[in-house]
């Protein structure tokens, strides 16, 4: 039965394309690791490119769709050009991209809480267990941190179809990030267009929202009640959140590719750990 279900739901358009997405050549990608600003970023981008239909995570995915989750039916009917969020590494097919980097100290607590909201892990895991699989890139089907920012910014970094963002300077100054965004995209906003699009993205907003359509998004379907998806939107909580022997291990893994993107490093860490030689080899080329 789930096959003629299947069978039904491709002929009607209505299944996920997924990888077999077909990339048309002025398509846009919103592209970073898992927990690193991504869905606030698409609410930041909906609600500056669709002020009449206010973001909601209702239909966020029509709006800045996801291949995973959103229908062929859906990316055909799409003006153009599409803004396309993805979690990929490095994919040649993607012509015009924005890449959100986030401190993978932050990174590694938010998936964290995210895998106990999803009841991936229980409660009582340890934060230590986590770390490891974390830099081993066996929390996510989209590698390491490392390996995916490293293949972004080896290839693309400084190329003009490469915008990079930092999440901790989107947290800084929201607005003036989101003006560099529009450009990018070739977008005529004003300021106060600008603010708008801030404001309706908020973090108290997307909260409400969150609380409000928990059900109608696959993003939280199913998950614990009692966690937010949506929590602080803030940087370095890293500082409260990590033992401190866990945020060397991170150090040591990535502390050149840090360092580069400009984050400052709490501990001795000057070089890649001996025993993750392919992201070593990484952090060296962007040392």
Sequence with gaps: ??????????????HRPGRSLVILPDDIFLVSFPKSGNTWSRFLL????????PATFANIHRLIPDPDR???????????????????????????VIYIVRDPRD??????????????IGDDSPIELFVTRFLAGKTCPHGSWGENVATWLVARENDPRFLLLRYEDMVADTCQELTRVADFL???????????????????????????????CSLTQGSRKDLSFVRSASAGGWHKDLPADQV???????????RHLGYEL???????????PAQGVLGKVLG
């Design 1 to 14: 039965m789930k096959y003629v279900i299947a069978g039904i739901k491709k002929a009607l358009q209505l």
């Design 46 to 53: 909906a609600n500056l490119k669709y002020p009449d239909q």
């Design 70 to 96: 959103t229908s062929k039916r859906d990316f055909e009917t799409m003006h153009r050009p599409r803004i396309i969020k993805s979690h990929e590494c490095f994919d040649p097919r993607y012509s015009r």
């Design 107 to 120: 990174v590694t607590v938010s998936q964290y809480h995210y895998h106990r909201k999803l009841r991936k």
């Design 186 to 216: 070739g977008l005529a906003a004003s300021p106060q267009q600008i603010a708008a699009a801030v404001e309706r993205s908020s973090v108290s907003r997307m909260k409400k929202l969150e609380q409000a359509e928990t059900d109608q």
């Design 248 to 258: 060397e291990r991170i150090e040591l893994a990535w502390g050149p590719l840090m």
């Design 266 to 276: 709490s501990s001795s860490a000057h070089s890649p750990a001996t025993e993750m």
